[in-house]
T-cell receptor, first 115, second 115 residues
Framework: AQTVTQSQPEMSVQEAETVTLSCTYD???????LFWYKQPPSRQMILVIR??????QNATENRFSVNFQKAAKSFSLKISDSQLGDAAMYFC????????????FGKGTKLSVKP | GAGVSQSPSNKVTEKGKDVELRCDPI?????LYWYRQSLGQGLEFLIY????????KSGLPSDRFSAERTGGSVSTLTIQRTQQEDSAVYLC?????????????FGQGTRLTVV
């Protein structure tokens, strides 16, 4: 069975500092994607960054980057120059069945940003 | 529409009553997903529609849950004889198709409270 584990229920970071959110996963898929979603109080899930498992290069989107360790099945998210608007729940997810909407989610990490 | 629209935004119902939750996907999106997010948990897959194919119902937790998608567009998730454990946020997502490069876009969800 596929699983996604986020071991940090809550994290806190000072504005302008860097924070790393951890995620480990297990999958039987031969080709898959990994995702980080942000969920603000509005409840809408917003895709932050996506990593294709067959690509060794870590994905980067502006201030957001990942450290993808395929052998270790680890997929952490680094947020640089943290902003107040980054405060939210962050969910790590893995897809299955070849579709990017069939997703297995972790339980999330609540990120607080201190001014 | 501009995004995935869900209604109602919030719903309070008495235990034992039936409820219907509606999802309007992004126009032209052929894939539609329902997820459930219980308090403090990640998202749990419920059901997946792709075009005219038979839906993947493997995530539905019991036979009290059903969903349909009319005309390949609007979807309704029905919960019969609601129980307190059904209280959760129900999120809908849509994507252009099953291609590996299609992103799933989420609505803002319906918060269901069973009293």
């Amino acid at each position: 069975a596929q699983t996604v584990t986020q071991s940090q229920p809550e994290m806190s970071v000072q504005e302008a500092e860097t924070v790393t959110l951890s995620c480990t996963y297990d999958t039987s898929e031969s080709d898959y994607y990994l995702f980080w979603y942000k969920q603000p109080p509005s409840r809408q899930m917003i895709l932050v960054i996506r990593q294709e498992a067959y690509k060794q290069q870590n994905a980067t989107e502006n201030r957001f980057s990942v450290n993808f360790q395929k052998a270790a099945k680890s997929f952490s998210l680094k947020i640089s120059d943290s902003q107040l608007g980054d405060a939210a729940m962050y969910f790590c997810a893995s897809n299955y069945g070849g579709s990017q909407g069939n997703l297995i989610f972790g339980k999330g990490t609540k990120l607080s940003v201190k001014p | 529409g501009a995004g995935v629209s869900q209604s109602p935004s919030n719903k309070v119902t008495e235990k034992g009553k039936d409820v219907e939750l509606r999802c309007d996907p992004i126009s032209g999106h052929t894939a539609l997903y329902w997820y459930r997010q219980s308090l403090g948990q990640g998202l749990e897959f419920l059901i997946y529609f792709q075009g005219n194919s038979a839906p993947d119902k493997s995530g539905l937790p019991s036979d009290r849950f059903s969903a349909e998608r009319t005309g390949g567009s609007v979807s309704t998730l029905t919960i019969q004889r609601t129980q307190q454990e059904d209280s959760a946020v129900y999120l809908c997502a849509s994507s252009p198709g099953t291609g590996t490069f299609t992103e799933a876009f989420f609505g803002q969800g319906t918060r269901l409270t069973v009293v």
